[in-house]
């Protein structure tokens, strides 16, 4: 059993309430570690500790605070097998997607920022003989950085790297639900020599912990990834405050098969880009559309691979699908699907937890599930399951193609595949998504903008956006 602690100023802290949150591992069901269950006291020790240092870690010289994230990121990748495996033990994910996905991310993230920050330059903007201006970017001050349980580490220090870099101070708050690698953070950051203050980490409930971020006056920057219901909150919360907000939320994407697709690459990825993570990726492919042409071929191949999924203990390398995240996730997962079947649906191959055997009795395990004959606007095509749960819809027409793609309020990502390159870029034009993938999927370039349309995301991260984020502008006229 792990007491994690909270990081304030540099140091490992209980919660002020003395009060723990148990943290279960999904593959078992059991309690592996502890939280701790802080409140806005916490918070605003945080806050103080932040502001206290923000003035000489916002002074300190790019270079400086790039050598710092550096070492950062060799140290998680010194730590590379400690992390994912408890990154695998808190969240259910194979061992084998932590070690090739998550952690080597986190640790990508801190290296892409660092080297941003040395090479992030403003804008002048010359009146002929009358007047020079320039513009001043500077941090905002305190950050305030709320992470979600799907990919832990991963997104924790996409958060963080960039706010860090700009010259910040952060108040991070990961998932309750999985807590226990970004407590880990917390002692590599000191290890690495940011200063006491730079980077806090407070434990606890979203209703508690995470509502005092978003309310203390004295962090004016709110960078949340999360569920859309929590995001609206956020920014109702947010905006009487004036408080800069980014909000990465939901999705329902769609998976677009022409007939003229490289079948196989369509097909493996396909299979990948909805099961992934259990289908606990915010980007996954869950509204699948095959061209009436190759419907049962593409339909029966995708089944057949699903089937063959090794669902197993996250930490046998063999496994490719986990647990789901909690038992509340795994019955929301499983209503889903009743509801799939109460509006017609067919289930074609899943549709039902998985009671393991050994070690893993008492995990949280749903089959990989695909299920076709549902129309495009019933409940379980419209709303996000976040679990792996994929549709199945065929199309002939392209502009119904469009329609019926863009049909749901969520706009984050979309995967076209097709070997004819004018009808690529004509439907990748059309699609509102924030993200179209062309014969790929999970292709990352951390320059690009990334950011969700509609009821899925409100501003962009990545690259330049990211570090403009965290900065506020400032003109600086001077006459000639």
Not at 417 to 443: E, F, Y
Request: aromatic share 8%; charged share 20%; glycine share 8%.
């Amino acid at each position: 059993m792990q007491k994690l602690a909270n990081f304030i100023n540099g140091e490992l802290v209980p919660a002020a309430s003395g009060q723990w949150i148990d943290s279960f591992e999904p593959a078992t069901g059991t309690v592996h570690a502890q939280a701790p269950d802080s409140d806005a006291r916490d918070v605003d020790h945080a806050v103080q500790a932040a502001k206290r240092a923000f003035p000489a870690w916002s002074r300190t010289p790019a270079e400086e605070r790039c050598r710092v994230l550096l070492r950062l990121a060799d140290l998680i990748d010194r730590d590379h097998e400690e992390l994912a495996h408890a990154e695998s033990i808190d969240s259910g994910k194979p061992l084998s997607l932590a070690r090739e996905v998550d952690i080597p991310r986190s640790a990508r993230n801190f290296r892409f920022f660092a080297g941003a920050a040395v090479h992030f330059a403003s804008e002048a903007h010359t009146m002929e003989e009358t007047a020079l201006n320039y513009t001043l970017r500077q941090p905002v001050g305190v950050a305030g950085c709320i992470s979600p349980w799907n990919l832990p580490l991963y997104l924790f220090t996409w958060k963080i790297a960039p706010a860090l870099a700009a010259g910040n101070c952060v108040i991070g708050k990961p998932s309750e639900l999985t807590p226990v690698t970004a407590s880990r953070l917390g002692q590599l950051a000191r290890e690495a020599g940011l200063p006491p203050g730079v980077l806090n980490i407070v434990h606890g409930y979203g209703a508690k912990a995470g509502q005092a971020i978003i309310d203390h006056p004295d962090v004016p920057a709110i960078s949340f990834t999360g569920g859309t219901k929590t995001g609206a909150a956020i920014a109702q919360a947010a905006a009487p405050r004036f408080k800069k907000v980014a909000l990465d939320m939901g999705g329902k994407n769609p998976s677009i098969i022409f007939a003229d697709a490289t079948f196989a690459d369509a097909v493996a990825t396909t299979v990948r880009s909805a099961f992934s993570n259990q289908g606990e990726i915010c980007l996954c492919g869950s509204r699948i559309f095959i061209e009436e042409s190759i419907y049962n071929q593409f339909r029966d191949e995708l089944v057949s691979r699903a089937r063959g999924l090794r669902i197993g203990d996250p930490l046998e390398p063999s496994t490719q699908v986990g647990a789901l995240v909690s038992h509340a996730h795994m019955e929301k997962v499983l209503a889903y699907i009743e509801l799939a079947r109460s509006e017609g649906g067919k289930i074609l191959c899943g549709g039902k937890a998985i009671e393991m055997r050994g070690r893993c009795q008492g995990g949280w395990f749903v089959e990989p599930t695909i299920i076709e004959s549902l129309p495009p606007t019933c409940r379980t095509n419209q709303e996000e399951i976040f679990g792996p749960v994929a549709t199945l819809l065929p199309f002939d027409r392209e502009e119904d193609l469009i329609r019926d793609a863009d049909c749901t309020p969520y706009g984050l990502a979309a995967m076209i595949w097709t070997n004819d390159l004018s009808r690529a870029h004509r439907v990748a034009a059309q699609i509102h998504s924030g993200i179209v993938w062309i014969n790929c999927w999970m292709v990352r370039d951390l320059r690009t903008p990334f950011g969700g349309m509609k009821q899925s995301g409100l501003g962009a991260e990545g690259g330049l956006e990211s570090l403009r984020f965290f900065t506020q502008p400032k003109n600086v006229c001077v006459k000639l």
